[in-house]
């Protein structure tokens, strides 16, 4: 499959296009870095990670719409105190002026992250982001309580990367979150990478919690099989959770083409009701998109 295949195939599915959740938009500044970090992968992951989509803004929405998303994530997320804000004024921005994005905020544990989370969710935001390993810091961290009892009542979705790869962090693994969702059990959670490597243990956590879903970025694909396969009977499980899978893709720097992360989906061979609920159902739900 190649990027041009890519709205046949939807079509083919009788889909009305793509709901990818776990797609980044950032201010310029923090993007040049971000590709920055990623141009000397070899340093820190001990692999090359060639961006695919280094383009600017407008190519890069162009190229996602051509896609088929019918809504655009700008996930962005901290890694020190009073960033958060900031980050989230820039998402509310970015979504005032992209009429198809969707509103995204982020959070860290500091004072007063009770408030702005209360005051993006007042403002429209549909989806949080938070990256345990970059932010080096413990999603059960007792700031981050006011945050996680307004999200909880509010029922938006909060996409976490807890998960020990590709680097591991300090606070990184299910025992945090787990914590989190003992806490807070209505909590809807989406696991990005499907919480890789520990691939069985955020799977325990979305059988127990009915608002935990698990995000399928970078997975199965020939890059990241290469350090973090799936292990025995894995696939099984994601078929079991079909209705808690949601599509991602970690776009735009990721190292292959965005049609590969399909592919890579679509030859675990867990059919088309699998891929029609993972490309689109499933994730239309938690980004609240009108039925089509």
Known sequence: MTD??????????????LADIHVHFLPESMQRKVWGYFDEAEAHYGAPWPVTYRFDEQRRLETLRAFGL?????????????????????????????PDAVRCATFYPEPGVGDYVAEALDAGARLFKMHV?????????????????????????????????????????????????????????????????????????????????????????????????????????????????VLGSDFPSIPYPYAHQLEALARLGLGDEWMRAVLWHNGARLLRLAPS
């Open 4 to 17: 041009a295949d890519v709205p046949a195939y939807v079509a083919a599915l009788g889909l009305p296009g």
């Open 70 to 98: 019918k809504a655009i994530p700008a996930l962005a997320y901290p890694h020190k105190l009073g960033m958060a804000q900031w980050l989230n004024e820039w998402c509310a921005d970015f979504a005032d002026r992209v």
């Open 133 to 245: 390993q970059v932010g080096d810091f413990t999603p059960d961290d007792e700031r981050l309580e006011p945050a996680w009892a307004r999200l909880e009542a509010a029922g938006v979705p909060v996409v976490v990367h807890a998960g020990s790869a590709p680097l591991q962090g300090r606070h990184t693994g299910p025992r945090a979150v787990r914590e989190v969702l003992r806490r807070h059990p209505d909590l809807v959670l989406v696991i990005a990478h499907l919480g890789m490597p520990e691939y069985h243990e955020f799977a325990d956590l979305a059988d127990e919690f009915a608002g935990v879903h698990l995000d399928t970025t970078m997975n199965g694909t020939d890059f990241t099989n290469r350090f973090a396969p799936f292990p025995d009977g894995y696939v099984e499980r994601l078929e079991a959770l079909r209705d808690r899978v």
